[in-house]
């Protein structure tokens, strides 16, 4: 029997005697196990385990476990996180019971079969394209399903979903990997190369180098431990349909399946009984020869004329010097370096291209570098899976009675006098909820943002109110931030608000569009070089250091369907420069709203661009479309009045039902604005 060094404790749901609307208490319960993931500290591992056992009463059993290294540090956080499991807002929705011994974790001779839930990896020959897919989380699951799914299994069962907090430097090859890979793709992209993969590939390997570096990232297992592997699959394939979404984009994660003669099932079986995190069981893919080549080898444009004949002898990598057979997989691969300090980190994440441009340049990686990546996931992606089974809310309160607890009109002058304090250059209000609170959104947090809608439903309305709260904080600091909007249809909403505000451009015709783009792409580029130059990592210490005028600059697309009729080049040129934007101009603080009734349409809204438009407001859509975007149908039960509703969904991927601000025309032709 393994020594108990850490607290386990059955969980059992609370009721709570409060008044609480069915809605607040779903999302009150959905937002406190969001926070349990945030707050873990370095080091620390918890465990969910949902054991099932026929012979027992009930037969479904909940623990949860936490395993910490012996040091005063961690300790010290181990009992805030005991704190918040027994104290905290985690306490009025389960009862916590602490149990004396760890037998119903540790006596496991009954396993036969392990099964494992990882991202989804391929390998897309001959171009080598690794591709590590993101985890894409739906935050809406409360495993009922799951739950219902695991007491009809005819045998004893464990599912069991482990978190490691990730930070180790010393282990982030895959940094330097990343960039690499980038650079490739990039030279591959500049190179005229027809493939249809190439953006998609592109657009993955940004988000990481935009997400990774400086998230809070997790090692995970999510595996099912059973008699048999009937009940272990139907399991996993239940968690992985509840849990995730389907994108246009990404793929549905990939279930691994491991005998008891394979020697990772008794490494994956000891570090269940250990609280610990097993690599042992990985994608099949690996066992091939993949991992070898050298990244700007593996990756090249595709040779033409004569040079398609040459031989390819001078790009065979060297030999590598594998690692020995039983060491973590995350040490970084093969030949890994330590990851370079953080400022450079982030000068490189700014921008890919400019990798060769670093005075200090990391050794070439292979592909085997990004292997970690299978393994890693940020508290956003893994939310969907790391759930307490919570009962089905007794909703007494249907939809449509709850739209009408919103409030009819939100003038926007309203707003401001009650929640003006809330606003600043950085933050800005969406809407309010039907609990009277305002929905706040941060374009430091989310880049950029889709804006979707029929014809009259509030979109055009909403990209006022931004505008309006922009001016607004730009008051509050006094500063001249530049607004730059493209509306097809002759401007006619907002030509009094460019009027009144030079730092406010309006643009209508595609060719106009198409040189505002370009111009925003150089200014990118120049705010990128100057942060280089400077030594910085924000525009916000640029200015603090040099005391530029460079601020935030916002983008409003109105109705970009209207793109697709632009003569073929122009067009070409946009969706280029767009693609660009979206991808990479985070750093440089210019943010985007992309606006349009047609988002689910790929000519409209490329994947690339789509991908990456983090935040979602979503008004009165057909229900098809509005599960796309939102993997919640409720934005097609939206009222046809009173107009400006809207389903939002935020970097937390939570659901809420807002009223957004009115903003009545005649309000741009006041002679005072804000006082």
Known sequence: ??????????????????????????????????????????????????????????????????????????????????????????SEFFTLTPQPNLSICQNLDWVQIIGEILKHEELIEPQNYYLPHFFEANPTNDMSAVCDVIQRADSKLILEITLQTYDNPNQKSWVNAINQMLAQLEKVNASGTKDNLLSVTLALYQKYQQLYPS???????????????????????????????????????????????????????????????STAIEWEGWQKDIGEKLIKNAIEPQKKGLGKFSSNSANLPDKPSFSAPNAPLLTGGLNSEPNQNLPQLYNTVSDGSALAKLSSTPPPSRIVDLKPLHRLASAQEITGFFRIAVSQ???????????????????????????????????????????????????EDIAHRLVAGVPNSGKTNFIN???????????????????????????????????????????????????????????????????????????????????????????????????????????????????????????????????????????????????????????????????????????????????????????????KLIATPYVPKDIWTKDSLFD
């Open 1 to 90: 029997m393994i020594q108990q060094t850490f607290p386990i404790y059955e969980i059992s749901p609370q009721r709570s005697d409060r008044e609480t609307s069915p809605t607040e208490l779903r999302k009150n319960l959905l937002q406190t196990q969001q926070q349990l993931i945030r707050r873990l500290g370095t080091n620390l591992t918890i465990s969910l385990r949902y054991i099932y056992d026929p012979d027992n009463s009930p037969k479904l059993k909940t623990y949860l476990l936490i395993n910490q290294p012996h040091n005063t540090q961690t300790e010290e956080h181990s009992q805030e996180i005991l704190s918040l499991l027994t104290k905290g807002k985690l």
């Open 215 to 277: 998230s809070d990232l997790f090692q995970y297992s999510i595996k099912a431990l059973a008699e048999n592997w009937g009940d272990a699959s139907v399991v996993l394939s239940t968690l992985i349909e509840h849990a995730t979404k389907e994108t246009p984009h990404g793929k549905q994660p990939r279930i691994v399946k491991v005998n008891k003669s394979n020697p990772a099932f008794s490494e994956s079986l000891e570090a269940t009984k250990k609280v610990e995190i």
């Open 393 to 443: 809310v007794n909703n007494t309160t249907s939809f449509e009675e709850t739209v009408k607890m919103l409030p009819d009109i939100l003038p926007i002058e309203d707003v401001i006098r009650k929640y003006g304090h809330l606003i600043n250059e950085d933050t800005y209000i969406v809407g309010v909820e039907e609990s009277g609170e305002p929905c706040l959104s941060n374009y």
């Open 465 to 655: 109110s931004m505008i309006y709260q922009f001016l607004y904080a730009s008051h509050k600091i006094q500063a001249e931030r530049e607004i730059y909007i493209a509306d097809f249809k002759e401007g006619l909403d907002y030509y009094r608000i460019s009027r009144r505000y030079p730092n406010v451009k309006l643009v209508t015709e595609f060719d106009e569009f198409a040189s505002l783009l370009n111009s925003l792409v150089q200014k990118y580029k120049q705010r990128v070089n100057d942060i280089k130059t400077h030594d910085v990592e924000s525009l916000a210490q640029l200015r603090a250091k040099c005391n530029t005028q460079d601020h935030r600059i916002l983008l409003f697309i109105d109705e970009a369907a209207s793109i697709v009729n632009a003569e073929r080049s122009i067009k070409a040129n946009i969706y280029r420069d767009l693609e660009t934007l979206v991808l990479k101009s985070r750093i440089a603080d210019i943010n985007m709203f992309y606006c349009t009734q047609q988002p689910a349409d790929p000519n409209v809204t490329p994947s690339p661009i789509l991908y990456n438009l983090d935040e979602r407001v979503v008004f009165r859509v057909q229900s098809t479309i509005s599960t796309r975007l939102l993997d919640d149908d409720r934005a097609g039960n939206l009222p046809v009045n009173p107009k400006g509703r809207a389903i939002y969904r935020g970097l937390e991927a939570e659901i």
